[in-house]
């Protein structure tokens, strides 16, 4: 019972390590863009079955095939990006637009709903075999190592002046404007390195998974939220942007513990995606909660007792 | 400096909500000028400095602003020429962003954004300078999230900003209105010294009529989206708050309405 759960556990942070980069890829958007672009859904399945058809059909190198998939994902995102800041659709929309179209894409691109990738080589398969560790241990080793290039990178990134300008984007459009950034460029931008990133995550995870699927993608965008706001209530919103994209990554583990916990425990898999609905609703509501007790708890009619209002 | 021929603009053309903000203007104005303009509700003096801006597209007309027509430019691109500073202290500064991050954007304006260090150390120190000609103590704030300023610290941070890379017009829409009178007091001294000190041409709206005479040398009443009167030098400099008014009542031929107006 205990090594099941021990095991379960391994599995779950080798998948939450490689579920984090489409997290850290969300974080982008919905942190700091402030955009709840609901692109990654389409995006997400887009990589997967990108990598799933250069692998099957062409056998392209895994590696290669993989960054070709990420660049499909800038592609879906500069798309969605496009439609909300060119042709002036709010961006929800424009991210569901992206995403049904990408359905169809996706199955072209598939030419079939489901791919197996067990006998070709993927990047997973290819370090089993030249190290000899277990499968498990592998997916933690590609997805830490690929974590830790991506939060450098992004570090970096978003401390250049393109960077800056994309963040000022986010936080005031009317500022950034009248300081002379094209706020719809750098919209763009930030879209595609969003998707980008979802698309690297989706390519990989189909390969750890052994199938690339046109479904793969249902529901990503709720995973990953769930992923940045348990670390955000675990890690408490710090300053510090490397530990802020950090806290996404072990918050896309936490969760993926919690689901091999409640799985253990007997839940359905069926019901896995309303848990997961219920859980993000929950970990939203938690801060305003939590606000509401406070500001109860300090209320008094009088100020008396050295309390200051 | 600058020279707005033939502006036109209309809002909301063909529907029910049609309302006409500015009616052909005329308007020139030299380099050093520092004008104040004022009128009643709905006389166009936010929208005129929004033309100029870019923020909507003008129907008909030409803008140049220091021999560059810009009557066509997207916003963006006309900032590398503006310096603002908007009557919403919200508006001006990104709240997520450190004050010398802030700064340092500004101090990008009209150039490419690449990727080199959006804040590096040098700038740092000439930012703790500027900082510290404010007197507001910011000097030592300079990783603080903008957001934790108040109104009037953000408003002289916004003006700083608008100043950093010597526009070639700044553009000040009602940016004390929003504040308390002591810090309004204070940023409009900063304006003065920001804008007398560095030789910069600026175009004021107010509400309060005795800063529109005092402060600047040229002074614009605009009623019904027309520039209705126009003053400048030692005459301006004689007006009362009663001889505007009456002018007011002269050009328009009614009183003046602005519920925000400070007669006083």
Redesign the interface.
Known sequence: MIISILKAMQGAVGQGALWGIMALGIYITYRILDIADLTVDGSFALGGCTCGILLAEIGLDPVAATLIASLAGVAAGAVTGILHTQCRIPAILAGILTQLGLYSVNLRILGKSNQPLLKVETVFNGIVDATGLEKAWVSILVGVVVLIMLIAVLYW?F???????I??T???E??????????NFYKILGLAVSNGLVALSGALISQHQGYADVKQGIGAIVVGLASIIIGEVLFGKRRNFAVKLSAVVLGSCIYRIIVAVVLQMGLNTDDMKLFTAALVAVALSVPTFLEKRRQAASYSESGEGGKTC | MLKISHVSKTFNRGTINERRALTDIHFEMDKGDFVTVIGGNGAGKSTLLNMIAGVYPIDCGTIFLDGVDISRKPEYKRAALLGRVFQDPMLGTAADMQIDENLALAARRGRSRGLSWGVTKKEREEYREKLAQLGLGLEDRMTVKVGLLSGGQRQALTLLMAALREPKLLLLDEHTAALDPKTAAKVLELTEEIVEGGGLTAMMVTHNMRDAIHIGNRLIMMHEGRIIYDVRGEEKKGLTVADLLEKFEQASGGTLDNDRMLLA
């Open positions: 990134f401390g250049t002046e393109m960077g800056s300008a963040r000022a986010g936080s005031n009317n500022m950034a404007r009248s300081q002379g950034m094209n706020t």
